[in-house]
C-alpha cells in the first residue's frame, strides 16, 4: 500500500512538457469558446409542422428557432395542450451557473499551463467530468419532470413521457429528436485534451518535494 500511495504521489507531482502545456492552452481556448455556441437542440416534427420546431439550449440562455425565436412559443402553446407546464428561461437556474463554470475551467487550465504540475490537471479532469456528469442528471431529470408532471385536466390528456437526452422517438403525432451541438463537441475536446496532456507528460520526471 504504501509503495502504490508513494507512486501516486510521484505520479501527481510529475511536471508537465512542453507538449502538456501547449494542449492546456489550446483546451482552455477551446472551453472559452464553448460559452458562446449552443450545447444542446431539440427538434420536433409533425405533419402540421412540416419544417419542425427547434429549442436551442446554451450555457446561459434558450433559444426558439424559427423567426425571431417564435418556435419556443408554439413548442409551450403545444405543451398547454397536453398538460405540460411552458418551457421559461427563468426556471433554468443552472443557467446562472454554467457560464461561470466555464471561466472557472477556462482559469484552471491556464493555471495548470503556468505552473506544469501534473496533480493540477488531473484535478481540472476530475472536477469538470464530476460536473458534466452533474449537468447531464439535472438535465434529465428536468426533462422527465416536464414530461411527467401533466395537468390532468389538459384538452388533450397524454401518458407520462420523458423527452429523449439523446437520439429521436415518437410523442403521440411528433417526432423528437435532441443532440448535442458545437457548444458539447467543444466541451468534449477539452476533456480529450486534457487527458492527452496527462498522456503527454505521463513519463516525466516528479518535481522536488518542498
Given at each position: 500500500?504504501?509503495?502504490?500511495?508513494?507512486?501516486?504521489?510521484?505520479?501527481?507531482?510529475?511536471?508537465?512538457?512542453?507538449?502538456?502545456?501547449?494542449?492546456?492552452?489550446?483546451?482552455?481556448?477551446?472551453?472559452?469558446?464553448?460559452?458562446?455556441?449552443?450545447?444542446?437542440?431539440?427538434?420536433?416534427?409533425?405533419?402540421?409542422?412540416?419544417?419542425?420546431?427547434?429549442?436551442?439550449?446554451?450555457?446561459?440562455?434558450?433559444?426558439?428557432?424559427?423567426?425571431?425565436?417564435?418556435?419556443?412559443?408554439?413548442?409551450?402553446?403545444?405543451?398547454?395542450?397536453?398538460?405540460?407546464?411552458?418551457?421559461?428561461?427563468?426556471?433554468?437556474?443552472?443557467?446562472?451557473?454554467?457560464?461561470?463554470?466555464?471561466?472557472?475551467?477556462?482559469?484552471?487550465?491556464?493555471?495548470?499551463?503556468?505552473?506544469?504540475?501534473?496533480?493540477?490537471?488531473?484535478d481540472l479532469f476530475m472536477l469538470a467530468a464530476y460536473f458534466g456528469?452533474?449537468?447531464i442528471g439535472t438535465f434529465y431529470f428536468r426533462l422527465y419532470s416536464?414530461?411527467?408532471?401533466?395537468?390532468?385536466?389538459?384538452?388533450?390528456?397524454?401518458?407520462?413521457?420523458?423527452?429523449?437526452?439523446?437520439?429521436?422517438?415518437?410523442?403521440?403525432?411528433?417526432?423528437?429528436?435532441?443532440?448535442?451541438?458545437?457548444?458539447?463537441?467543444?466541451?468534449?475536446?477539452?476533456?480529450?485534451?486534457?487527458?492527452?496532456?496527462?498522456?503527454?507528460?505521463?513519463?516525466?520526471?516528479?518535481?522536488?518535494t518542498p
Amino acid at each position: 500500500m504504501t509503495k502504490l500511495l508513494d507512486q501516486e504521489y510521484r505520479f501527481l507531482h510529475k511536471s508537465l512538457n512542453g507538449w502538456s502545456r501547449l494542449l492546456l492552452l489550446l483546451a482552455a481556448v477551446t472551453v472559452a469558446a464553448a460559452v458562446f455556441f449552443p450545447l444542446w437542440k431539440l427538434h420536433l416534427v409533425a405533419p402540421q409542422y412540416a419544417d419542425g420546431l427547434d429549442m436551442v439550449i446554451y450555457t446561459y440562455k434558450l433559444e426558439g428557432g424559427g423567426l425571431n425565436g417564435n418556435d419556443l412559443d408554439e413548442i409551450n402553446l403545444l405543451n398547454h395542450y397536453i398538460g405540460m407546464k411552458p418551457i421559461h428561461q427563468a426556471d433554468f437556474t443552472e443557467m446562472q451557473v454554467l457560464p461561470f463554470m466555464f471561466g472557472v475551467f477556462f482559469l484552471l487550465a491556464l493555471r495548470a499551463a503556468v505552473f506544469g504540475e501534473m496533480k493540477a490537471v488531473v484535478d481540472l479532469f476530475m472536477l469538470a467530468a464530476y460536473f458534466g456528469m452533474f449537468s447531464i442528471g439535472t438535465f434529465y431529470f428536468r426533462l422527465y419532470s416536464y414530461g411527467h408532471n401533466l395537468d390532468s385536466t389538459a384538452p388533450m390528456p397524454t401518458q407520462p413521457f420523458t423527452p429523449l437526452i439523446f437520439g429521436t422517438q415518437k410523442i403521440a403525432n411528433f417526432t423528437q429528436s435532441s443532440y448535442p451541438e458545437m457548444g458539447t463537441y467543444l466541451l468534449w475536446a477539452f476533456m480529450a485534451m486534457l487527458l492527452a496532456a496527462i498522456w503527454f507528460s505521463r513519463k516525466g520526471r516528479a518535481l522536488p518535494t518542498p
